[in-house]
T-cell receptor, first 112, second 111 residues
Framework: GAVVSQHPSRVICKSGTSVKIECRSL??????MFWYRQFPKQSLMLMAT?????????EQGVEKDKFLINHASLTLSTLTVTSAHPEDSSFYIC????????FGQGTRLTVV | RKEVEQDPGPFNVPEGATVAFNCTYS??????FFWYRQDCRKEPKLLMS???SGNEDGRFTAQLNRASQYISLLIRDSKLSDSATYLC????????????FGKGTKLSVKP
């Protein structure tokens, strides 16, 4: 199955700064990757679909100018949380669709 | 509105017990169905896909009832290592990435 590597696994940043999260498909060329967010005791919620070489598709209620997605190659998608605020603190996780959905290890973001 | 609903639990059971989880989904256009397992602060991992004919994998049995829009997971002879949150997941469209997750059912297996 596909191996997905996500980095960093944990980050603490100050309010107002930006944070970049990387998602790499190590053994599978992924034209599409997916970004999810999970708040404590809540379900995973799809934020956006990342498309290689084109603009990402955002789910309703997700600000595209705040959550910048870049999918410049078939093995790398990045999510940048811009001007982070404490309410952005969450567990962010990416996935690649292959025979099933394979997930990265997730990034726990804490904004202080 | 797309929704997947599960009893959040927790289910606290002794080792060796049989436990059943249920899940309902609201959109009849759903095309694929899964149970994922998520350990605390970890990424979800596929436990099994769910088919209309029902499927079994060792101690785990999954059932799908499309008419009732209902999915179940049965775990027999529970092990301590089964302790986790079990996520009912429904897929839309042809992509395995367009998934709607339930909030999960927490299982705790005690010695």
């Amino acid at each position: 199955g596909a191996v997905v590597s996500q980095h960093p696994s944990r980050v603490i940043c100050k309010s107002g700064t930006s944070v970049k999260i990387e998602c790499r498909s190590l053994d599978f060329q992924a034209t599409t990757m997916f970004w999810y967010r999970q708040f404590p005791k809540q379900s995973l919620m799809l934020m956006a679909t990342s498309n290689e070489g084109s603009k990402a598709t955002y789910e309703q209620g997700v600000e595209k100018d705040k959550f910048l997605i870049n999918h410049a190659s078939l093995t790398l998608s990045t999510l940048t949380v811009t001007s982070a605020h404490p309410e952005d603190s969450s567990f962010y996780i990416c996935s690649v669709a292959y025979t099933e959905a394979f997930f990265g290890q997730g990034t726990r973001l804490t904004v202080v | 509105r797309k929704e997947v609903e599960q009893d959040p639990g927790p289910f606290n059971v002794p080792e060796g017990a049989t436990v059943a989880f249920n899940c309902t989904y609201s959109n009849s256009a759903s095309q694929s169905f899964f149970w994922y397992r998520q350990d605390c602060r970890k990424e979800p991992k596929l436990l099994m896909s769910v088919y209309s004919s029902g499927n079994e994998d060792g101690r785990f049995t999954a059932q799908l009832n499309r008419a009732s829009q209902y999915i179940s997971l049965l775990i027999r002879d529970s092990k301590l290592s089964d302790s986790a949150t079990y996520l009912c997941v429904v897929g839309y469209g042809g992509s395995q990435g367009n998934l709607i997750f339930g909030k999960g059912t927490k299982l705790s297996v005690k010695p």
